[in-house]
């Protein structure tokens, strides 16, 4: 909602750009079967779609509307989620716009109770969360899918009913240049928490809701604060409730305040009493100057998904699979990973690189991320919006020992969201040999990061396909090079990084880890290898290598049979 007066996407820092329709072939009696089909050019529609163009797929993406979606929504961009964004080409914006932050702070009755700070190790190129609106977000996605010959964008163009075939999709599609039938191999139902395409199928979202409601208010001030996550429990300016504070670009603030039980969600919205209730919270923050109101609306938490994110050629992504609470910045992170998870599986096959059986580990993996994210987001929503008598009890003792005590205070820091381990999927068959190390990454985890020289990264030297780290005393021994040339064989993407005092083998990317930095990130020892999957999530890890495992872990991560 928006201030009276003002028209629905009259916003005070973003200007909303208005798409045209397009007349396209399929008009004129084209009939060409499309790769991929894209429904929503949400985030994670125009993710997918920059995904598959990195592979060199097309894509055709439609949207119903003619402009972004608008209002205040995701704002918190995770450390995986900006360095997905850079797989795809599109991160160069995020950067300059939105701001990083790794600290935050929550409060009790006026008290700061906990410190909140992400750890930031010194390899990491992103820090662990970046605020921008979702306007932005979305902005700067189109601007790359707007760049790439690759993707056929159709704004005002509405999937109004879908054919499945043994073969394909064929969607039919509703423009104001007229109706057409499109066909794909491949449909990505990108379409959002209410998926049109998911009734179209009989299928319907499960889980839990949760009664607690948020006002949630966007506003301009000049207020002087650093880019902090702040949680205040009980402050006066909202009494017996919670307030989460958020900084954004451009001097936008967002206010996210507990309405009490019982209160009217029709009374809180009214214009007059959004001000009157900011204002409070404004002025218990000390900031008394001015301010502007820029768009409310009102949230309650959900934790709801699919039984299965795959039928047969349709793949459900982002708000269309699953629908998470907001507290810890789980919604658009989570389907961003969908977005690149989904992307570089159907690229693969679609190239005949890998076998379509690569497909059916896309729903597992999500869908395990989910219910990972569920049970997080449980614990927190809980705690934000107790549901029962029982609840309020138990977090009204934590909030007042935490005045005096550290075990408390934990829970009252709203989770930051964490990329999941894909540890039980098929595609990282060997996660026993996790036990053969003593610390480092685990198997199924997103590989960390290491600096090397100036601004360049271990990770950036990673390739589109299967990855090894070879940890070598000074070069590869005969049989680990004939490793990596056989894993070459199985992936003609495959990239080898030898870290190893000497330059190695031709072909492979040599790095010197001088300081020995790179083999305690990943605790290894000369002998020790990593195969990364395209997403760098880890595949597996040899304390000394095993030719038969290391091959059979990349031809499974290309579709090949389990072990
Ligand atoms: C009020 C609110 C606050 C939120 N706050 C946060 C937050 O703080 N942090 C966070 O991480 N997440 C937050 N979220 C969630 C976040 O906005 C979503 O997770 C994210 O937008 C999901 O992106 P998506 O691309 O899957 O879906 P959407 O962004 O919903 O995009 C779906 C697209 O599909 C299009 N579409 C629908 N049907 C059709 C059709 N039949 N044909 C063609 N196109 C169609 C729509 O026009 C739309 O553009 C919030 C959401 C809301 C509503």
Redesign the pocket.
Known sequence: MRPAGKGALESLYFDYPRFAARRVPELDGATTRHPVMI????????TAALVLARYGIKSVL????DT??D??????IARPSMHILERIGAVAPFIEKALGWRFGRSYYRGEQIFRLEMPQPPGEKYLPMYNLQ?QYI?KFLHDAVAASDLIDMRWQ????AIERHVDGVSARISSPEGNYYLDALYLLA????????RSMLGLRLKGDNYEGRYV?ADIRMDHDFPTERRAFFEPSGNPGGTVLIHKQPDDIW?VDYQLREGESEEEALKEENIRARVSAILADIGHTKPWELEWW?V?SANTLCLDDYRHDRVFF????AHI?P?FG???????LADAENIGWKLALVLHGEADDRLLDSYSPERRGATLDVFANATKSTRFMTPPTRGWRLAREAALSLSLKHDFPRGLANPRQMQPYTYSDSVLTPYAGRDAGFAGGPVCGSVAPNAKLIDAIHLLDQAGTGVTAILFCGAQPTAEQAALLEHLGQVDKRFVAIVIGSENSISGAKTIADQDGEIARIFAAEPGTIYLLRPDLHIAGRWKAAIPSEILKTAEICLGGETP
């Open positions: 429904a929503g050019a949400g985030p994670i529609g125009m439609i949207d119903r509307k972004f979606n209002g205040s929504r995701a704002i918190c979702q979305e163009s509405e999937l109004s990108a379409d959002g928490a209410r998926s049109p395409i949630i967002r609306s949230y992504i982002g708000d269309a998470v907001i910045v789980r919604g658009l992170n989570n389907g």
